[in-house]
C-alpha cells in the first residue's frame, strides 16, 4: 500500500466530562488540523467538540429502547454503527478509548468488515479506571483481556498504567506509553484580578479542585486540607465539577465551613479561567492513571498538592512543581500547602516549574507518536 499522507480516522469515545473523553476529542482536534479526517463515534456530542470543521465529523450512536430488553444493548448498536462508518466513509483506522465496550465493539465490527473482504485496524488506549476500577471486577476480565490481546496496537497513558494492565491480566501484546498531553498555549491567559476579586475579595488565595466528585477522586480529604489551611493562612476554595459524590460534600461544607468560602462552580465547558485565578490545586486522588487535571493544573502554572499513587509521580514532581503525599495523609497535604503558601518567592518557583513541566506534555511533543502508530499500524495491517 502506498503511504498516505493523511488518514480517515474513527475515534470512538466517551463523550462526557471524564478524562479519557477529553484526551481523546482534543487529540481528534489536533489530528483534524493537521489535515487527517477525523470521525468521532460515540452516543452524544463530545463536550469539548466546539464546531465542526470541514474535515470533523460526529456520528451519534442511538440506541432505542425495546419493551423486551431490561437493557439496552449499547454495544452491538455501536459494532453496527462501527461497521456502518468504516465502510461508508472508508476509515483507515479505529482508535477506540477505554477498553469496556470500545475495544471489544471495534474487535467485532473488525471481524464482520473481514466476512466482506475490508480489512481495518484497530488502536485501543487504556486510560486507568477501565483497568484499575472496572477491569478489576472479574465479570469484564475475559473480554478485557481478549480485546486488549486482539487489538493491532494498544497504549496506555502513563508507565503506571502499563504496569497495572500487566499486573492485573494476562496481556501477550505489546503496551506502548503515550502519555495524555495538552495545548500549553490554551492556558497562557492575562491575569484576571477582576475575576480573581469575585472568589477572593480580600486577596485570599484560591485553592481549587476539580473532579468527577467519584469516591476514588477522595473529596472529603480536600475540604480536611482547606480547613486546616484557612486556620494558617486566608484562603478560599473552589470546587469545579459534578459527580455522585458532590451532594454529601456539599451538605458537609455547609455544616463545617463558612458559607463564602467554599464555592460549588459545577460543570464549566472550560476550567482554564479557573485554574488561572489559582493559587494550589489540590488532587488527593486514591488512584490516578495520568491525572489529566494536575496537567491542567500545571500548565496554568498552578502548583499541585497531590498523592503518591498510580501515574501521578510521573506527572507531579516532589518538591519541584507540587508535592506527593501517601493517600488519605491530609497531615502531610497541609503541612506541603502550608509550605508553598507562607513563602511567596517558593510558590513563584514551583509555579514557573510547573509551567515548564507540562511543557513535556505539550501536544506537540504528543501528537507525532499517535501519528507514527497510526501510520505504522496501518501498513503493518496492509502488509500482513
Ligand atoms: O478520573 C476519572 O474518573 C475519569 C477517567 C476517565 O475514564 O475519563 O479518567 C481516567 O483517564 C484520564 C485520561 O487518560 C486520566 O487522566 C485519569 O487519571 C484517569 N482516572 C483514573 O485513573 C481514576
Known amino acids: 500500500m502506498q503511504k498516505k499522507k493523511f488518514l480517515k480516522i474513527g475515534i470512538v469515545l466517551y463523550p462526557t466530562f471524564g478524562g479519557s473523553g477529553v484526551v481523546a476529542t482534543e487529540l481528534g482536534k489536533e489530528l483534524a488540523s493537521k489535515g487527517h479526517e477525523i470521525h468521532f463515534i460515540t452516543y452524544s456530542r463530545p463536550v469539548r467538540l466546539g464546531e465542526l470543521r470541514g474535515n470533523i465529523f460526529f456520528h451519534e450512536v442511538s440506541v432505542s429502547e425495546y419493551p423486551l430488553f431490561d437493557h439496552t444493548p449499547y454495544e452491538q448498536v455501536l459494532t453496527s454503527k462501527l461497521v456502518d462508518v468504516v465502510k461508508y466513509e472508508q476509515l483507515d483506522l479505529l482508535h477506540v478509548h477505554y477498553a469496556i465496550p470500545h475495544a471489544s465493539a471495534a474487535y ?12 481495518i485496524p484497530f488502536i485501543t488506549t487504556l486510560h486507568g479506571t477501565d483497568i484499575t476500577l472496572v477491569g478489576k471486577d472479574p465479570s469484564f476480565e475475559p473480554v478485557i483481556t481478549f480485546s486488549i490481546n486482539n487489538s493491532n496496537a494498544v497504549t496506555t497513558v502513563s508507565e503506571s498504567l502499563k504496569q497495572d494492565t500487566y499486573q492485573h491480566f494476562k496481556i501477550t501484546n505489546d503496551i506502548k506509553v503515550i502519555p495524555n498531553f495538552i495545548c500549553t498555549n490554551h492556558y497562557n491567559l492575562e491575569n484576571n484580578e477582576a475575576y480573581k476579586k469575585r472568589y477572593a475579595p480580600n486577596g485570599e488565595f484560591i485553592i481549587t479542585h476539580i473532579s468527577n466528585f467519584r469516591a476514588v477522586k477522595r473529596v472529603d480529604d480536600v475540604v480536611r486540607v482547606f480547613n486546616r489551611l484557612k486556620k494558617v493562612v486566608p484562603c478560599r476554595l473552589l470546587f469545579v465539577g459534578d459527580g455522585p459524590e458532590r451532594i454529601k460534600i456539599e451538605r458537609g461544607c455547609r ?6 468560602d467554599v464555592l460549588f462552580l459545577g460543570h464549566l465547558e472550560s476550567t482554564k479561567e479557573v485554574l488561572n485565578i489559582s493559587d494550589l490545586f489540590i488532587l488527593p486522588s486514591e488512584t490516578e492513571s495520568f491525572g489529566l487535571a494536575a496537567l491542567e493544573a500545571l500548565a496554568s502554572r498552578v502548583p499541585v498538592i497531590t498523592t503518591n499513587s498510580g501515574g501521578l509521580p510521573e506527572v507531579v514532581d516532589h518538591g519541584v512543581n507540587g508535592f506527593l503525599s501517601d493517600v488519605g495523609d491530609v497531615e502531610d497535604m497541609t503541612k506541603n500547602a502550608l509550605l508553598l503558601l507562607e513563602d511567596k518567592s517558593l510558590l513563584e518557583t514551583f509555579s514557573e516549574n510547573a509551567y515548564k513541566k507540562a511543557l513535556k506534555f505539550d501536544i506537540s511533543e504528543v501528537l507525532p507518536i499517535y501519528e507514527q502508530l497510526y501510520f505504522d499500524t496501518c501498513c503493518s495491517m496492509s502488509c500482513s
Open 255 to 260: 455544616d463545617s465551613c463558612d458559607r463564602n
Open 108 to 119: 467485532m465490527a473488525q471481524q464482520i468488515l473481514k466476512s466482506q473482504f475490508i480489512n
